[in-house]
Every structure is written in structure tokens, then in C-alpha cells.
């Protein structure tokens, strides 16, 4: 059974601050996926990404297929940034989540 | 404006009850796929389709039920409710590629309570 593994499970950090947010899976995939659910349960897709790395504003993904590690950073955080953090790894049409990581950023 | 829709938002019922949870999306997407949210579990996926009469379980189908007659709507049923199966539930769309899914767009969420 595949299995996704989140680090930490909850941070918390001061605005301005460098985040790291890692992720583990045990088996070949075809995608890593990067979720963000705000604190109202709204859920938005942030990154799909297969190799290397991807960058959008201050957030920046990357993936190691050889270690099947993806991490997702976050740059100069700010309160707004405060979410859920959730990876999906997929196998083809099947997605499997981690349990998400509670970041806070305080002001 | 692209949009993944759910209904209802709320939803309280009793135990046997049958219930549906519809969704649509406006993209004209292939994939779409129902996934529940649990505390200390997570999202974990219930049924996904690649297409329309294309319908496979995920990894916690049972007491479910889904369609898809057209590519817009994917319904999830519940034929008989039960309490294990009050939780947040997420519908969500996307397109396939050769990698397979694609970014998912997920829909607003609809809370269930069965009693």
C-alpha cells in the first residue's frame, strides 16, 4: 500500500520567516501533488510536479524520484500563509494524501 | 468562472436515510473524484471516474455509490447512511494526461452529520 508521510505535522513560525514543509512516499508515482486548504476548508491545488522543481510568487516545490522526498518552501511568510499544507502522490488515477501539516504564522 | 460545484453545503441526516451529493464542474474535465476528510485521517479517495461510464473504487468505497451519465456531474450516493460516514467531503476535477491526474480543482466541501 502506498503511504505519504508529512514533516512536521504542525509548525509554527514568525512572518518573514523560511519554511520547509517535507514529504515522503513509499512506492513509484506518477505525480507529487501539493495541496492548500485554507482555514475556512476551502482546498486549492498549488503544485503537480513530476521532476525537478516548480516556483510560483514565494512558494517553491521540489521533488527527488531517487528519494522519493518533495519538499514545498515557503519564502518571507506572512499570516496569510497560515493553512493546511496537504501532498498527494499519484499513481495514475489513484491519489493518496498525507495527513497535512498546520502551519501559523505569527505577526 | 471555472468552478467545481457541490450540493448540499450541509447536510444533517438519520441513519438509513438515503442521500445524494451531487457535483459538477464547467471545465470539461475527464478525471473526477469523490474524497472524504477525516481528523487524524486525512483525505482519503472514495471513487474516482476517467470518464464518463468510467467509474473505479478508491480506497474507502464502501457504503458508497457513483455515477457519471455525463462528463459535467458525478453524483455520490449514500444508500443507506450510518454514522461512521458523517465527515467532509470533497469532490474535485481535473484532466488527464499521459502522467495521468492532473492539478485537481476541488469543490466548496459538503459537511455531513448522520444521526
Known amino acids: 500500500k502506498n503511504e505519504v508521510e508529512q514533516s512536521p505535522q504542525n509548525l509554527t513560525a514568525q512572518e518573514g520567516e523560511f519554511i520547509t514543509i517535507n514529504c515522503s512516499y513509499s512506492?513509484?508515482?506518477?505525480?507529487l501533488h501539493w495541496l492548500q486548504q485554507h482555514p475556512g476548508g476551502g482546498i486549492v491545488s498549488l503544485f503537480m510536479?513530476?521532476?525537478g522543481k516548480k516556483k510560483h510568487g514565494r512558494l517553491i516545490a521540489t521533488i527527488n524520484i531517487q528519494e522519493k522526498h518533495s519538499s514545498l518552501h515557503i519564502t518571507a511568510s506572512h499570516p496569510r500563509d497560515s493553512a493546511v499544507y496537504i501532498c498527494?502522490?499519484?499513481?495514475?488515477?489513484?491519489?493518496?494524501f498525507g495527513e497535512g501539516t498546520q502551519l501559523t504564522v505569527n505577526p | 468562472e471555472a468552478q467545481v460545484t457541490q450540493n448540499p453545503r450541509y447536510l444533517i441526516t438519520v441513519t438509513g436515510k438515503k442521500l445524494t451529493v451531487t457535483c459538477s464542474q464547467n471545465?470539461?474535465?475527464?478525471?473526477m473524484s469523490w474524497y472524504r476528510q477525516d481528523p487524524g485521517l486525512g483525505l482519503r479517495q472514495i471513487y474516482y471516474?476517467?470518464?464518463?461510464?468510467?467509474?473505479d473504487k478508491g480506497d474507502v468505497p464502501e457504503g458508497y455509490k457513483v455515477s457519471r451519465k455525463e462528463k459535467r456531474n458525478f453524483p455520490l450516493i449514500l444508500e443507506s447512511p450510518s454514522p461512521n460516514q458523517t465527515s467532509l467531503y470533497f469532490c474535485?476535477?481535473?484532466?488527464?494526461?499521459?502522467?495521468?491526474?492532473?492539478?485537481?480543482?476541488f469543490g466548496p466541501g459538503t459537511r455531513l452529520t448522520v444521526l
Open positions: 471516474s476517467m470518464n464518463v461510464e468510467v467509474t
Open positions: 474535485a476535477s481535473s484532466f488527464v494526461s499521459a502522467r495521468g491526474v492532473n492539478e485537481q480543482f
Open positions: 510536479l513530476s521532476s
Open positions: 512506492v513509484g508515482i506518477s505525480a
Open positions: 471545465m470539461n474535465h475527464e478525471y
Open positions: 498527494a502522490e499519484t499513481s495514475g488515477s489513484r491519489l493518496t
